[in-house]
Every structure is written in C-alpha cells, then in structure tokens.
C-alpha cells in the first residue's frame, strides 16, 4: 500500500512567484492536513481538509490556500511568495478528521530566493 | 491554546544505552499524544502514540509514558542502534479535528546514537 505522496520533493522559486504543492493520501483517508517547518522548528498548522471540506486553519496569511479532491488528494497553494516561506511543507492524512494516527509524506522542500 | 515544549534539543548516546526525550503540554484537554521520527528523505514516520486514558505504552524498544497530573509524556527507547539516530517530534491534541484539534508539535530532539 502506497503511504502519503508529496509532489515534487523539491522546488526553488523566486519572490512573488506562486506555487502549488500536492499531496496524495493513503487510500481510505479522507482527512487531508498541511503543515510548515521551517530549519530547527515543530512542525506548524496550516489547513485541514476533511471529505473536500475545510475543517480548521492556522494563523497564516491569505496567499495561503488550499483544496481537496472528489479523490481526497489536495493541493496547497501559495502566492506572492516571501523569503520566509521557505521550509519544508508536509502533508498528512488521517482516517478520520480528528487527527490520530495521521501519517505524515516525505514533504516538498521550498526555497524562495 | 495549547503549546508543547521538548527537552533535550539535542541528546548523544552509546550504542547499547537507553534514550529519554521528555514533552509538557499546556491544555488538559490534550488527549492524544504521538511521536515522530524524522529523518532525511524519510519523513516523518508515526512510531508510537499514547492516550490519555493510558498511563504507559509499549513497542519492543520503544515506550511511551504519560503523567496527565502533571501534563508531561516521556520517550524511552532501549537498547539504542545507530539506525536510532534521527529528530524525534512529541505532538499533542485535543483529537477533535480543525482549527482547535490539530497536532501541536515541539521543537524536536536530535538523538545521535555512536556506534
């Protein structure tokens, strides 16, 4: 069974560019979440999504959104990047919305230069 | 809300020991708490996790314990090999999903295991 899958692992943009990020759950899941870590940090919030539906979101500013598919799977979407939008971004799913035993993909490494 | 703090950030060990890297958490509603490993190219692999109606949790060399009273849970791993050595991440929840409900992590600890 395939885990959760990230696309792409690794991604070097410019300031003010947008980028979009995606991530497959593991079959059966339907609760999709994104998280933030940057060099040295926990892991941080930004959305979840829950049967294509957003369930909570994190203190981030609005050139951050997200979706999720019929599917499940999701994208995560940023605009107007900043330098300080570089980290790793992670995707996890869960069976259900509540956020036990959510299994975390490789993420996607951002750079912003 | 809830924060949740890690120590140590750093942690060294032989080969053979055993590895503690202790978490508090703020809100006692919190009541579910995993551990991650995280290593490079990997990501982050679910190891084990415990709730709050148990006091302790075991998985061959891995144990969590967790101290409700006092708001704090333990990682112990025994019989430490160098495949060990990676970042591990306490998180905790309330387990009810959305804004509120979603996995408040710390800062992570970086075990090195010496051969």
């Known amino acids: 069974d395939a885990g959760v899958t990230q696309s792409p692992t690794h991604l070097i943009k410019t300031r003010g560019q947008h980028v979009t990020l995606r991530c497959s759950p593991i079959?059966?899941?339907?609760?999709v979440s994104w998280y933030q870590q940057v060099l040295g940090q926990g892991p941080q919030f930004i959305f979840q999504?829950?049967?294509?539906?957003?369930?909570g979101r994190g203190n981030f500013p609005d050139r951050f959104s997200a979706r999720q598919f019929p599917n499940y799977s999701s994208e995560l979407n940023v605009n107007a990047l900043l330098l300080g939008d570089s980290a790793l971004y992670l995707c996890?799913?869960?069976?259900?919305?509540?956020?036990?035993?959510?299994?975390f993909g490789q993420g996607t490494r951002l750079t912003v230069v | 809300g809830e924060n949740v703090e890690q120590h140590p950030s750093t942690l060294s060990v032989q080969e053979g020991d055993s590895a503690v890297i202790k978490c508090t958490y703020s809100?006692?509603?919190?009541?579910?708490f995993p551990w991650y490993k995280q290593e490079l190219g990997k990501g982050s692999q679910l190891i084990i996790d415990?709730?709050?109606?148990?006091g302790e949790k075991k998985d061959q060399r891995i144990a969590v314990t967790l101290n409700k009273t006092a708001k704090h849970f333990s990682l112990h791993i025994t019989e430490t090999q160098p495949e060990d050595s990676a970042v591990y991440f306490c998180?905790?929840?309330?387990?009810?999903?959305?804004?509120?409900?979603?996995?408040?992590f710390g800062k992570g600890t970086k075990l090195s295991v010496k051969p």
């Open positions: 999504y829950y049967e294509k539906e957003e369930r």
């Open positions: 996890a799913s869960s069976l259900q919305a509540t956020n036990t035993e959510a299994f």
């Open positions: 809100d006692s509603a919190s009541n579910y």
């Open positions: 079959s059966g899941h339907k609760s």
């Open positions: 998180a905790a929840t309330t387990g009810s999903g959305g804004s509120q409900g979603n996995l408040i």
């Open positions: 415990i709730r709050s109606n148990v």
